[in-house]
């Protein structure tokens, strides 16, 4: 059994991973840190899981313990923690925070599968990609592999609110966000650096600019992005391009129809669709920002740097009704 760390362990990443190692059948949760909570059932606090488990938040970290730890922190708060306490060389590291998914001074493999799985196979640490990432990356890298990423290409894209975090805000607030759409961060997501990073990946260069718009949409979870691309290349060989990208793909899938987000809602799936126009392909793709976002491929990563099947524990359904 995998013996697993959990930091971070109160908020909606720490519940739903939890929510996925319960049920992992190669998996062992030996800790999961609140301080604020130390004590109490995480039940308390992820009252879904009631009935389900009789674990307890910590204050303590028996890193001697487990084999690899998840970080559910902030963004910022990664690298601040490491530097202020030791955690062995052998313990594997997951974070799903953006301190460490741009290359820089670090070891850290960028975690999406879909472009960088013999990297994460053998990988001590892993940075796990943003949800706004993963949704724009996965509509965009066929056709960079495609090399069609020349001029502007324009995002438009639609999250959850648990996309913002388990702490209330004015913008996440049931009667402000119910019947209601806003946008935020036009143009400067923090997502776009590792979305270019990927893309310079796969293509070779990128000397376009994403033209990305977030919005936040009035349901609690998912993410429906949609890119349009211009192109004069073929439909066929456009379409082919999709299929053939995510051939051996184990969560993420090409549609040969519209797609909607219902689909992927409470999976580890993405599913993504082109639609072919004179000039330009319009890219439709959806997962589920708490999943495939986050602790889905997440624990997609785990699997892959333990060696076991990149499918155990991510076998779910979607809520389509």
């Not at 992992?24 to 039940?43: K, T, Y």
């Not at 970290?61 to 922190?73: E, K, L, R, Y």
């Not at 290409?153 to 009667?175: D, E, L």
Request: hydrophobic share 40%.
């Amino acid at each position: 059994m995998i013996k697993v760390g959990i930091l971070g362990a109160a908020g909606y990443t720490g519940g739903e991973l939890i929510r996925l190692l319960l049920n992992h059948p190669e998996a062992e949760i030996v800790f999961a840190n609140s301080e604020s909570n130390a004590g109490n059932p995480v039940s308390d606090v992820h009252e879904g899981l009631l009935g389900e488990t009789d674990l307890r938040f910590t204050d303590a970290m028996p890193f001697d313990q487990v084999d690899v730890i998840f970080f559910c922190f902030g963004h910022g708060k990664s690298e601040a923690f490491l530097k202020e306490h030791d955690i062995p060389a052998n313990v594997k590291i997951i974070d799903l925070a953006q301190d460490f998914r741009i290359q820089g001074d670090h070891d850290y493999v960028y975690g999406l599968p879909e472009i960088n799985k013999e990297e994460i196979v053998q990988a001590q640490h892993v940075a796990n990609p943003g949800c706004f990432a993963t949704a724009i990356q996965l509509a965009l890298l066929p056709a960079a592999h495609l090399n069609l990423l020349k001029e502007d290409v324009s995002v438009n894209a639609i999250t959850g609110s648990t996309g913002a975090g388990q702490k209330p805000g004015a913008t996440t607030h049931f009667s402000w966000r119910a019947g209601n759409l806003s946008i935020y961060k036009p143009f400067q997501h923090q997502h776009l650096a590792e979305i270019k990073q990927s893309i310079k990946q796969v293509q070779g260069y990128l000397d376009a600019d994403i033209d990305f718009i977030p919005y936040r949409g009035p349901f609690a979870r998912g993410i429906f992005c949609t890119a349009v691309v211009k192109t004069k290349a073929p439909e066929a060989d456009i379409i082919d391009g999709y299929k053939d990208f995510y051939s051996d793909a184990a969560f993420t899938h090409y549609s040969d129809r519209p797609i909607d987000l219902k689909q992927v809602v409470n999976t580890n799936k993405a599913l993504v669709h082109v639609d072919c126009f004179e000039g330009k392909i319009l890219v439709t793709s959806c997962i589920d920002n708490l999943l495939k976002g986050a602790v889905g491929q997440a624990v997609q990563n785990m699997n892959l740097m333990f060696g076991i099947d990149e499918r155990a524990g991510l076998r779910l359904k979607a809520t389509a009704f």
